[in-house]
């Protein structure tokens, strides 16, 4: 499975965009990408997944270059309830066994 | 809906001791598995499960033992706990399609070992 390297912790302010870059630089051709968010004393939460170029959801958007050596993870205008630990895996398609790394801790600040 | 439970939110246990902790789903998912989660890191892969009388090992299987005797159920059993084995424990469970489905979490189990 491929590494990922994130950034430990970032700070932010509420209604700014938070972006968290992903570092994977071995992904395999039939790798997806996708990110879990985790609040304090609860199980992460699936955000957001994709394979390359942009995909968008309710909640972020994740953006991937044409090499898929890296994402962005883009959560706009984040609140203080989007206080949480961003997980950033890259797994197989037909593969269910989540790799967590040590994750990004968001801090949004008033 | 309830998706994964897991009980019991909190055990403290001795040394030497055994435990079962429990998980469920009602979602009839075929993939579930067991992490564990170490101040400050990320989750620990120790057992999984493709479907009812299926399991294997994961990244840290040693100390824990498991069944899936239906596709409900995947108990995680403690043989004699360790101080090491201090943590918080996640259950989760998703769909085994052949592509790639999202993982739904428990809200964990604290287990403390004195």
């Known amino acids: 499975l491929a590494k990922t390297t994130q950034p430990i912790s970032m700070d932010s302010y509420e209604g700014q965009e938070v972006n968290i870059t992903c570092s994977h630089n071995n992904i395999a051709t039939n790798d997806y990408i996708t990110w879990y968010q985790q609040f304090p004393s609860q199980g992460p939460r699936f955000i957001i997944q994709g394979y390359k170029t942009k995909v968008t959801n309710e909640v972020a958007s994740l953006f991937i270059p044409a090499d898929r050596k890296s994402s962005t993870l883009s959560l706009p205008r984040v609140s203080l309830s989007d206080t949480a630990v961003y997980y950033c895996?890259?797994?197989?398609?037909?593969?269910?066994?989540?790799?967590f790394g040590g994750g990004t801790r968001v801090l949004v600040k008033p | 809906n309830a998706g994964v439970t897991q009980t019991p939110k909190f055990q403290v246990l001795k040394t030497g001791q055994s435990m079962t902790l429990q998980c469920a789903q009602d979602?009839?998912?075929?993939?579930m598995s067991w992490y564990r989660q170490d101040p400050g890191m990320g989750l620990r892969l120790i057992h999984y499960?493709?479907?009812?009388?299926?399991?294997d090992q994961g990244e840290v299987p040693n100390g824990y033992n498991v069944s899936r005797s239906t596709t409900e159920d995947f108990p995680l059993r403690l043989l004699s706990a360790a101080p090491s084995q201090t943590s918080v424990y996640f259950c989760?469970?998703?769909?085994?399609?052949?592509?790639?489905?999202?993982?739904?979490f428990g809200q964990g189990t604290r287990l403390t070992v004195v």
């Open positions: 895996l890259v797994i197989k398609a037909a593969g269910n066994k989540l790799t």
């Open positions: 979602m009839n998912h075929e993939y």
């Open positions: 499960s493709v479907g009812a009388g299926i399991t």
């Open positions: 989760a469970s998703s769909p085994n399609r052949g592509q790639w489905t999202e993982a739904f």
